[in-house]
């Protein structure tokens, strides 16, 4: 794309956009060229920064008019490639539009612009005593634009939810530029339910320009218990111990050897380095709730086989035990050159077998492997370490991550918990969903943007897609797991 | 007594009949238990029966997922997770013995606990569908966490059969609470219940069903022994004997009439908007029943300006439409969203809306 082509563009939106919200020099835009998932990188035509909803009104216009290809962006945290600019495209930044809107305590909500970041509602709304619940490991810099864009989860997903469960309504730019609005403040609508459509739809089926969102009581109390295993298998059955007392934690999350060890050189949690796996459980609610089951979870972790359990005495050693947990990927980012984040799922009763073929993966690939997993809803996240400057080796890495997404899906799980498709899946997408499957998505898709501009080439394949990725992985004429039943 | 859920599969006789009424140009009501038939349009179409279509296709208490065909009684199923100490969160009505599973999600409707634990469609996970091709499709997966493609199997919640036949269905559950408990309030009117409910909200207490009706408030509390017995003590009023399936299955004296019942959503803090009339307040506000006649042309206009909708649930006149109105571009999408699984327009058509 010439350069003329960039600002003659350029000055067709400076027509309705203040000069400095129109970025088109190319140092500027190096600042675009990729998401949380760096491997990939394009510089894109323009970056707009639209300040309200009647320029991202305007920017659509002129966008469907040119059918320029339009990649909104919210933080740009995104693990999986979400926001990856298309190089014939522009690059439409929400981060401007960062007002918490409304706070409305007598119906708990708050309506905020796309650009708020995810910590900073809780943190506006503390005073009141009440806060918003999905809180993705990066909620300090992501936006909840981009949590809407990717169906978000975090550690506390088992109790309260993911994103979805945590809208009460979106307004959305379409990709004509016209607003529509998708509103269950009232806990229902009727006609279709397109909220779980939009919220994990990877930014192509619209611009969220407005979020309501739920808030909750700030829970009175909350005790961590740790639980020391000398088998992976031990932690996993005891998750589902705790299931079975009636119990759901407000988090349960587990750590193999190779992770704690990681962590702990890290941050000197005091994380026990020989075992094989630790699982961290936070109980919250009452206080009179939580003293009486974390003694219970503790009786039964003991029973299912904990050399040890550690009770959290008070809120500074709560936050120690998480400590480690929290800096994972920083930890494991210290002991590689680089690392490689996988995000399947799968039933948690196949943790001890998808765990034991991640491990046959690694030796085969020669490449360590780092295991943390949100354990109570089957949420796992093999951490590959790499060094990108050994000549071919990110290339090895993506084809682990790959085989363990398969070996995921083989467990009748899935390619994807919580970090979205983006343009790192694509090719697994082709495995999960069949050619009619991925027809439908197409479809929806085009009731939305029948022009195909927003976030074109994202989470779902095209045919021709599909049918290079497959010739590329039939080996012998056989698919991998011929046998597979998919869910 | 074990539940004995009959395990028999229709799918390859479905595909048959669907691919043969897609080539006729017919079109067709899917029926199951037939339970919630009143609930939408009247609509002339070919009824097709798919109850037979039952049996538990996985329930593993220990994942918290239930996976199900569409046609399994749904008071069956009930009964065998009360077996395992596990439950829908969202509290479902039957509205009659043989009500299905699969209309329990085609039709959306959820009971008193649904403000405060989430609707159907918050807990579905996947579904298998039979498209107006007559192609079986599966979206989502039996995994709490799951954003692969988009999130189809949600959108089949409350489209009232029109988008395709369920053919099974994987739905997270949840434990039975330890104890529950009912606490009474007089509260002479509606706006003094909504305030005092919604207030309650800010607070962590266990509630998982309130309800106001002639001139009385009710709370349910659930959880541990130590956390409601607590949280009573805090909340005062009058202990009562619950009465929440009857609120679930509309057997109250309020719902026995013969006069039109109207569903009236509204964001649970709003004011009353009509009183005067016998309404029956539940969801923390969010759903108020209203039994008698109205001008529903005239209520829609008012509920549409304070982000409401009215739904004339039973007992209406025909020739009232039964859902609130769409926008037009709203209908347009939404008939485009229908064409892309029913190209041929056979499922269900007119159920929600002309033409869709």
């Given at each position: 794309m010439s350069q003329t082509r960039r600002q003659q563009l350029a000055a067709r939106f400076r027509e309705f956009l203040?000069?400095?919200?129109?970025v088109d020099q190319p140092t500027s835009l190096a600042a675009y060229?990729?998401?949380?998932?760096?491997?990939y990188r394009e510089q894109p035509l323009l970056v707009l920064l639209p300040g309200d909803v009647s320029q991202v009104q305007q920017i659509m216009r002129l966008c469907h008019e040119q059918r320029l290809p339009v990649v909104s962006r919210g933080?740009?945290?995104?693990?999986?490639?979400?926001?990856?600019?298309h190089a014939e495209g522009v690059v439409l930044s929400l981060?401007?539009?960062?007002?918490?809107?409304q706070v409305d305590q007598l119906s708990r909500s708050a309506v905020v612009e796309p650009g708020v970041r995810n910590l900073a509602i809780s943190e506006a709304v503390k005073s009141r005593g009440l806060y918003y619940a999905p809180d993705p490991s990066s909620q300090i810099a992501c936006s909840i634009g981009g949590n809407v864009a990717e169906n978000a989860g975090g550690v506390?997903?088992?109790?309260?939810?993911?994103t979805l469960h945590n809208i009460l309504a979106l307004k959305v730019v379409g990709a004509d530029g016209e607003i529509f609005e998708i509103d269950q403040r009232a806990l229902h609508n009727d006609g279709y339910d397109l909220l779980p459509l939009l919220v994990g739809s990877e930014g192509m089926l619209g611009i969220v320009v407005e979020v309501t969102v739920k808030l909750l009581p700030i829970p009175r109390c909350a005790r961590v218990v740790m639980g020391v295993f000398d088998s992976v298998e031990k932690a996993g059955d005891s998750v589902a111990a705790i299931i079975a007392e009636g119990i759901i934690p407000a988090g349960v999350e587990m750590m193999d050897n190779p992770a704690i060890r990681a962590a702990e050189d890290f941050?000197?949690?005091?994380?026990?380095?020989?075992?094989?796996a630790i699982l961290i459980c936070e109980l919250d609610g009452t206080e009179e709730e939580v003293l009486a089951q974390i003694e219970l979870v503790e009786q039964v972790l003991k029973n299912g086989g904990a050399v040890e359990t550690r009770l959290a005495k008070d809120e500074a050693e709560r936050l120690l035990f998480w400590s480690g947990r929290k800096a994972a990927f920083p930890a494991v980012g210290r002991i590689s050159p680089d690392y490689y984040c996988i995000d399947g799922t799968i039933p948690r009763k196949s943790l001890a077998a998808v765990l034991a073929g991640v491990r046959q993966l690694s030796e085969q690939y020669g490449l360590p492997v780092a295991n943390v997993f949100h354990a109570g809803d089957g949420n796992l996240h093999p951490l590959i370490l790499y060094?990108?400057?050994?000549?071919?080796e990110l290339e090895k890495t993506e084809e682990l991550g790959s085989k363990i997404l398969q070996l995921c899906i083989h467990h009748?799980?899935?390619?994807?918990?919580?970090?979205?498709?983006?343009?790192?899946k694509l090719g697994e997408m082709c495995i999960q969903f069949s050619e009619a499957e991925r027809n439908q998505f197409h479809a929806l898709r085009e009731c939305f943007d029948p022009l195909k501009?927003?976030?074109?080439?994202?989470?779902i394949p095209t045919l021709a897609r599909c049918a290079e990725h497959n010739a590329m992985h039939v080996h012998d004429g056989k698919l991998p797991f011929p046998e597979l039943e998919r869910f | 007594m074990p539940v004995d859920i009959p395990d028999v599969s229709i799918e390859d006789e479905l595909r048959t009949q669907i691919s043969a009424v897609a080539a006729s140009g017919a079109e067709i009501e899917i029926i199951g238990g037939?339970?919630?038939?009143?609930?939408g349009e009247s609509i002339e179409a070919l009824p097709i029966d798919v109850?037979?279509?039952?049996?538990?296709?996985?329930?593993?208490p220990a994942e918290l997922v239930i996976t199900l065909?569409?046609?399994?009684k749904l008071a069956e199923v009930e009964a065998l997770l009360t077996e395992q100490r596990?439950?829908?969160?969202?509290?479902?009505?039957?509205?009659?013995?043989?009500?299905?599973i699969g209309g329990m999600v085609a039709s959306g409707l959820a009971g008193p606990r649904r403000a405060y634990a989430g609707s159907i469609r918050d807990f579905v996970l996947g579904v298998k569908l039979l498209d107006g091709r007559g192609q079986v499709l599966q979206f989502g997966?039996?995994?709490?966490k799951n954003v692969a493609g988009?999130?189809?199997?949600?959108?089949?919640?409350?489209a009232l059969g029109t988008l395709g036949i369920i053919l099974e269905v994987s739905i997270r559950v949840v434990p039975l609470f330890e104890t529950e408990l009912t606490l009474a309030y007089e509260h002479e009117s509606a706006d003094q219940h909504i305030r005092w409910v919604n207030e309650l909200g800010?607070?962590?207490?266990?509630?998982?069903a309130s309800l106001w009706h002639d001139g009385r408030s009710q709370l349910r509390l659930s959880g541990s022994e130590q956390g409601v017995r607590h949280a009573a003590a805090l909340l005062g009023g009058d202990s009562i004997e619950a009465g929440w399936v009857e609120v679930k299955e509309q057997q109250l004296d309020f719902f026995d009439s013969a006069e039109p019942l109207s569903r009236v959503s509204l964001?649970?803090?709003?004011?009353?908007?009509?009183?005067g009339n016998p309404q029956l307040i539940e969801w923390g506000g969010a759903r108020r029943w209203l039994c008698g006649e109205v001008d529903v042309a005239a209520l829609r206009d008012q509920l549409a300006g304070a982000s409401g909708s009215l739904c004339a649930f039973r007992?209406?006149?025909?020739?009232?439409?039964?859902f609130h109105p769409l926008s037009a571009e709203m209908l347009k999408l939404q008939r485009n969203i229908k064409s892309s699984f029913d190209p041929a327009g056979i499922f269900n058509r007119g159920k929600l809306y002309p033409g869709l």
């Open positions: 203040p000069s400095e919200s129109v060229e990729c998401d949380g998932l760096s491997a933080a740009g945290t995104s693990l999986s490639g979400g926001a990856l600019p981060a401007k539009m960062n007002r918490i809107l506390h997903c088992l109790k309260y939810g993911l941050v000197h949690a005091n994380y026990p380095v020989d075992a094989e060094d990108a400057n050994n000549e071919g009748g799980g899935t390619i994807t918990g919580e970090h979205g498709v983006g343009v790192e501009i927003l976030n074109p080439g994202k989470a | 037939g339970s919630k038939r009143f609930y109850s037979a279509h039952s049996g538990i296709v996985d329930y593993d065909r569409a046609g399994c596990q439950m829908f969160g969202f509290e479902p009505p039957r509205f009659g013995a043989d009500s299905t997966g039996r995994v709490i988009f999130d189809v199997s949600r959108l089949m919640v409350g800010s607070e962590p207490y266990p509630i998982t964001p649970p803090a709003t004011p009353d908007l009509l009183p007992r209406h006149a025909a020739d009232v439409p039964r």
